[in-house]
């Protein structure tokens, strides 16, 4: 966004990002889940269920480091997370332990945006920076706009909003996984993420046109007053 420095794709979906949302689903949503309740109907115990079901997601995150050759921070807390919550099933022997797993990750993300917010330069800034590439044109540009005080501001409150939501998701699902029944808690903490980052993203998206507008009134307003023919006259 050339007034901000901030820029949010829009969120019309083509066939790529599309594509992009299948190996999502797969991995991380239907096939655990589909796995966990064909397991238990075939008579596998519930901690066991929950741990075999989790090698899905860690099999999505070695298919991206096979294809990209690299594990990106997500990944890594993916895997993680997963990691801490199979072990917790296995030496406890408790499935509310092993349905964890995906709060680890969220809750370290959380206090690293948080965290951020202590140095020069907050997280979700740096991910921005990251993604445009630093050493490309819009990084370039990304970086030469880090010196105005709003793209700062604005980079400080977008990180605070995601650090405080995803902390406040951890603990809404530690509170569901101990209310509710494991297969129910199962179905919610692999959407519930989604969801959120969703609303997240479409926090931002309106966060920055507001933004923006901002930025074009101010802009106008000087225009405004030179055009005007007003002080011109009353000199005559």
């Given at each position: 966004m050339a007034s901000t420095g901030i820029q949010v794709q829009g969120s019309?979906?083509?066939?790529?990002?599309?594509?992009?949302l299948v190996p999502t689903a797969v991995f991380d949503i239907a096939g655990p889940l589909a796995l966990y309740w064909l397991l238990r109907a075939a008579g596998t115990a519930e901690v066991a269920a929950l741990i075999v079901s989790g090698i899905l997601p860690a099999l999505g995150v070695a298919i991206g480091i096979i294809r990209y050759r690299r594990l990106?921070?997500?990944?890594?807390?993916?895997?993680?997370?997963?990691?801490?919550?199979?072990?917790?099933?296995?030496?406890?022997?408790?499935?509310?332990?092993?349905?964890?797993?995906g709060s680890v990750p969220t809750a370290v993300f959380a206090l690293a945006c948080l965290g951020s917010l202590l140095t020069p330069r907050p997280l979700?800034?740096?991910?921005?920076?990251?993604?445009?590439?630093a050493g490309t044109a819009a990084g370039s540009d990304l970086d030469a706009r880090w010196a105005q005080p709003t793209v700062q501001r604005a980079f400080g409150i977008i990180t605070f909003v995601w650090g405080v939501s995803l902390l406040?998701?951890?603990?809404?699902?530690?509170?569901?996984?101990e209310t509710i029944s494991a297969g129910t808690a199962l179905l919610i903490v692999k959407l519930m993420p989604y969801v959120v980052i969703a609303g997240l993203f479409r926090w931002m998206v309106g966060y920055?046109?507001?933004?923006?507008?901002?930025?074009?009134?101010?802009?106008?307003?000087p225009y405004a007053a030179s055009a005007d023919p007003a002080p011109m006259l009353a000199r005559r």
């Open positions: 019309g979906l083509d066939r790529s990002r599309l594509r992009a990106d921070a997500i990944g890594s807390l993916v895997l993680f997370g997963i990691i801490v919550g199979t072990v917790a099933g296995l030496v406890t022997h408790s499935a509310r332990l092993v349905l964890m797993e979700m800034y740096r991910i921005a920076l990251q993604a445009r590439g406040a998701e951890a603990a809404t699902r530690v509170l569901i996984v920055t046109r507001g933004l923006r507008r901002q930025a074009e009134q101010r802009a106008a307003v």
